[in-house]
């Protein structure tokens, strides 16, 4: 990128120009960040609605992708950017120039740079270095990031380790997630091979979800590094990279590097030749995801939703024109929305302005951009509709998205799983079954009419994409379809709404997926036992109870138990069990004589926040539930603190309305285990005030 001016050495006089200002003026270089944004994903798993909008500025919750990118990497602390385009090139120029981050108070200065050619993320950084642009420590993202991980310490650890040795070209920025969490890609996988001490990266391996893998081969060479490894695959990668201004050249010099991971890092690690070491910084307490599939965008969109990458969220307005207010439910809607009085908006909603919402239609769980028109008594569950759609009548849209301007009229049924691309209008009475995806325009520059009557009606216009051949010879094909989609079968992965009740309390455990030690104290690799369950419950539960009664600082708390849990390689299904132990056991002392609420709240007020470290996704919220649930059950007040804990929970914004709901459901198809049932017998009271507070609120609004 082209120095600011008397910014660098060289910039002002050049004679008595004295050693002093030379190093300061190093300095100021070595500790500028730049940022390398890659606007396009050199994939096709969104089309075809990226045939005509590259997918960085695809809408979630009603704002492009690429405003998460940027202001994540203006939380980091960047200084320049420099956004590399593909495809779509003219388009993303345009909204950049247009954009907040081109005006004289943006944290950075942008530069967008055309690669044409660029078919791969190894040929964009090859561009770069052709053209000189790195002068410094980099952070590799692509425009699809959603981050609100403070960047200061994986930024000084990064440096620190780069002033003691030069070859440690590269920090991969990790995120510890449960093997179920929703954020985590059906369609990648990999198996990252650390060193426990400093998190050096030793061994990488990418892994297909199709594929079994019964072993993993590991050179004999990678025992002689370290004496105590750790196995693990249970990261959410999403691709945020602080890269040194090698990596750019060992690009170059590699030609057949295309991919950044099974590429370019399984290449460094297994060279005898180049020397270069790669580490992780593992997050474990904020939020760190790429869109990188249907799948994906759908988890991220709940993730915002629910809060859980706050501050970024809807209603913190990042674009000038938003006006996004928060409700009760996690409801977001901006102003100039119109809605009749007879209508439902439920939890987990976003409206954007001027959208009208006609009577009977029932909103719930899905996202409505600005200026749509929804009909008389339509159904949308768990859907993106972009802005300027139409939806006429009794449609029914369910887990599907809507591109911008597209029509649905009266009567058609979008099931679950499909595309609707823009512009495209399905007819009445037509149903679009889930593996379908309907579009315009197949990328090629035609003008023929090619709308299919079978397919949207004889009053539609578009007609079903078909992938390239090319992709369809591929191996992974068949995976990418499977996996990617919008809605994801999880036949192959034992999991089922049932299977979060109505196992016992053992069945109820996960499967472990346990990381393994390594020791090269013998000739032969030795790998530990699992640790026992009853010890680090023991622990972890006296750990709790030492904090509660000597009055320790939450985050002590909190450390206390991520080091235990490390240490003796715990889910973290048995850290929350632990706790949930404890803190029942402090409301049963304190709620003696009857004193239920005031217990609950006096314990949960103070040391719920730790569930803030323990609960990430749907999955955990049911299972804090439900050991809470069985904590209560061994309790004669135990219905009483089951309904207060679960009250304050949510008002805390551990438990969404969601996941009460979900174990609510289960609850009452049970029909065994009555000292289990029992407890729940004042819950239904509270599960109808959750049920009616929105349509109460809605109608206060109104009333305003």
């Known amino acids: 990128m082209p120095p600011k001016k008397g910014g660098t050495v060289g910039g002002g006089k050049k004679k ?8 300061h003026d190093h300095d100021t270089q070595e500790e ?14 969104f089309r075809p609605l990226t045939l005509e909008r590259p997918r960085c500025l695809l809408s979630l919750c009603n704002m492009p992708l690429l405003e998460y990118t940027f202001e994540f990497l203006a939380l980091a602390g960047v200084s320049e950017v420099i956004v590399v385009s593909c495809v779509h090139a003219a388009e993303i120029q345009e909204y950049i120039a247009n954009s907040r981050w081109s005006s004289s108070s943006s944290p950075f200065t942008i530069e967008t740079i055309l690669s044409p050619e660029s078919m791969s993320v190894g040929d964009a950084m090859r561009d770069l270095d052709g053209k000189g642009l790195i002068t410094s420590d980099f952070l590799l993202v692509s425009g699809d990031i959603v981050c609100n991980v403070p960047f200061d310490k994986v930024l000084a650890e990064h440096r620190q380790r780069r002033a003691k040795d030069s070859n440690a070209i590269m920090t991969m920025v990790l995120r510890e997630a449960n093997p179920l969490h929703r954020t985590r890609s059906r369609a990648e996988s990999a198996i990252f091979v650390l060193d426990e001490a400093t998190n050096q990266c030793l061994h990488y391996q990418d892994v297909k979800s199709r594929k079994r893998m019964k072993n993993i081969k590991l050179e004999p060479e990678i025992f002689t590094k370290s004496t105590d490894l750790v196995i693990r695959n249970d990261f959410i990668d999403c691709h945020i990279d602080i890269c040194s201004p090698d990596v750019p050249a060992l690009f170059t010099e590699n030609f057949d590097y295309n991919h950044i991971r099974k590429d370019f890092v399984h290449g460094i690690l297994t060279s005898d030749l180049l020397g270069k070491t790669i580490f992780a910084h593992i997050v474990t307490d904020h939020y760190a995801a790429r869109v990188r599939s249907l799948q994906t965008y759908d988890a991220v969109s709940k993730d915002v939703i629910s809060r859980w990458t706050y501050p970024i969220t809807p209603d913190s307005n990042l674009l000038a024109d938003q006006t996004f207010r928060y409700q009760r439910g996690h409801i977001y809607k901006e102003e100039d929305v119109v809605l009749a009085r007879s209508c439902k908006i439920e939890s987990r909603s976003v409206i954007g302005a001027r959208t009208i919402v006609d009577d009977g239609s029932v909103v719930s769980s899905s996202v409505i951009g600005r200026r749509c028109k929804i009909g008389k008594n339509v159904t949308i569950t768990s859907a993106y509709i972009w802005d300027n759609v139409s939806i006429e009548d009794n449609v029914v849209v369910e887990s599907a998205i809507i591109g911008d301007g597209a029509i649905l009229k009266d009567g058609c049924h979008v099931m679950p799983g499909a595309i609707v691309s823009y512009n495209v209008v399905v007819g009445k009475g037509i149903v679009v079954s889930g593996d379908k995806r309907l579009t315009k325009t197949s990328g090629e520059e035609d003008t023929i009419d090619r709308t299919d009557v079978d397919v949207v009606g004889p009053d539609g216009d578009g007609f079903e994409y078909e992938e390239e051949s090319e992709l369809e010879e591929d191996d992974d094909y068949e995976e990418i379809v499977n996996s990617s989609g919008l809605v994801y079968s999880t036949a192959s ?25 390594f020791s090269t104290a013998s000739s032969t690799t030795a790998i530990s036992e699992d640790s026992d369950d009853e010890s680090f419950l023991r622990e972890a539960q006296s750990s709790v109870e030492r904090a509660i009664s000597e009055n320790h600082d ?16 715990a889910q973290f299904h048995e850290v929350r069990a632990a706790t949930i132990a404890a803190l029942m056991d402090r409301i049963t002392q304190l709620s003696v004589g009857g004193a239920a609420r005031q217990a609950v709240e006096t314990v949960l007020n103070r040391w719920a926040k730790l569930f803030k470290r323990q609960v990430f996704d749907l999955y955990d919220q049911v299972d804090l539930i439900q050991l809470v649930q069985r904590e209560c059950a061994r309790n004669p007040q135990g219905s009483s603190i089951l309904v ?9 914004d551990i438990l969404d309305e969601e996941a009460i709901l979900k174990w609510w459901q289960a609850e009452l198809s049970r029909k065994e285990d009555a ?6 017998e004042f819950v239904q009271k509270f599960i109808d005030w959750l049920t009616t507070a929105d349509e109460e609120s809605e109608e206060e609004d109104d009333s305003e």
Not at 32 to 45: G, I, M, N, P
Not at 555 to 565: K, N, V
Not at 644 to 652: F, G, T
């Open 16 to 23: 008595g120009h004295d050693t002093n200002q030379v190093s």
């Open 32 to 45: 500028r960040l730049q940022a390398v944004v890659l606007s396009d994903s050199y994939q096709t798993r």
């Open 493 to 517: 992965m034992n999991v089922s709404d049932s299977s979060l009740s109505n196992e016992s309390e053992d069945e109820r455990l996960p499967r472990k997926v346990r990381r393994r030690r």
């Open 554 to 569: 939450i985050d002590i708390a909190a450390l206390e138990l991520g080091t235990l849990r490390m240490a003796k390689n």
């Open 644 to 652: 207060h804990a679960l009250s304050n929970l949510y008002n805390q």
């Open 675 to 680: 000292e289990m049932i029992k407890v729940v």
